[in-house]
């Protein structure tokens, strides 16, 4: 009986070994696993790391010059137009077409999808998912130096999570909150104690699901600045278009180091056709005088 036992334990562990290896030979780019240091409080997910850094496949604006770099968030909707068509060149035309050095994305599908979507933007990637879809993914001109994932609070099947991509000077974070509002309040607190353990700056952007007076909103803003903008405008535009102004999309950065950076533009894409989002973008400066990243 115990070597019965013994054998199926080590069938068990071989079985899983081969598991792990079918996806990363089924991610291609390599899967990459950040635990990052155990924190109670924290669940940290796999991470799907892109060896992008090529050349897009479709035309770019040029980036920002003189120091200035473009942070943009965006729910690409599984790459599905309001028109029905799902298709991911489309989307990376629409995210180029800004020049965006650095793209918070939601609402990938998978890692094919992430992958499919790198190779267009010819971009570095991180993506993450939870309970199979609505993945979450940071893109960048630049080489992240590590990424790593974080589950967040969810109801029914939707996982949610936030990505978090540290750089030379700064940090970016993706994150897509959950519908349901209890679920969003439990969020504040987990992204919170996610990022305070950078002492660089972090900017974090996504779709947060909150309206910008929301008690939600107010609970961020304890601990960030919204650097994108809050009025006259539709991030989100499925069945809102009567409304003034329908925001659910942000970009902030964490209060600390809000006075590090000048905001020279802060906008929305007028695109109504790529996804039931606009993309938002916001170009930004080191301020004169101040230092970026510790030295």
Not at 80 to 86: A, E, F, I, L, P
Not at 104 to 126: D, T
Not at 143 to 169: H, Q, W
Request: glycine letters at 8%; hydrophobic letters at 40%.
């Amino acid at each position: 009986m115990r070597t019965t036992t013994i054998h199926v334990a080590i069938a068990a562990a071989i079985a899983t070994v081969a598991t792990f290896c079918a996806m990363a030979a089924e991610t291609g780019n390599g899967l990459g696993q950040k635990t990052g240091e155990p924190q109670s409080g924290l669940r940290y997910l796999k991470v799907c790391r892109a060896n992008g850094g090529g050349q897009p496949v479709v035309d770019a604006a040029p980036p920002a010059t003189n120091g200035a770099f473009r942070i943009m968030s965006y729910n690409v909707r599984f790459g599905k137009g309001m028109d029905g068509v799902r298709d991911y060149r489309r989307t990376a035309r629409c995210i180029l077409s800004e020049g965006p050095d650095y793209v918070c994305v939601q609402e990938i599908w998978n890692w094919k999808e992430f992958r499919r979507l790198a190779g267009y933007l010819g971009m570095y990637g991180a993506f993450a998912n939870s309970r199979h879809f609505l993945g979450n993914a940071v893109f960048s001109r630049e080489k992240p130096i590590r990424c790593e994932a974080v589950e967040l609070p969810y109801s029914k099947k939707m996982g949610r999570t936030l990505v978090i991509c540290e750089y030379k000077d700064f940090v970016v974070a993706s994150m897509h909150f959950d519908l349901d509002v209890n679920k969003r309040k439990e969020s504040v607190r987990v992204v919170q104690k996610a990022l305070e353990k950078y002492s660089k700056p972090v900017f974090i952007a996504g779709d947060w699901n909150n309206f910008p007076k929301s008690p939600v909103l107010k609970g961020l803003k304890k601990f960030v600045k919204v650097v994108s903008p809050e009025k006259n405008v539709h991030t989100y535009h499925l069945r809102t278009m009567k409304r003034k102004e329908a925001v659910i999309d942000y970009i902030a950065i964490d209060k600390t180091h809000a006075k590090d950076f000048s905001v020279l533009r802060s906008y929305e894409v007028p695109d109504r056709k790529t996804s039931d989002h606009s993309p938002i973008v916001v170009e930004l400066k080191p301020a004169e005088g101040e230092r970026v990243a510790p030295l």
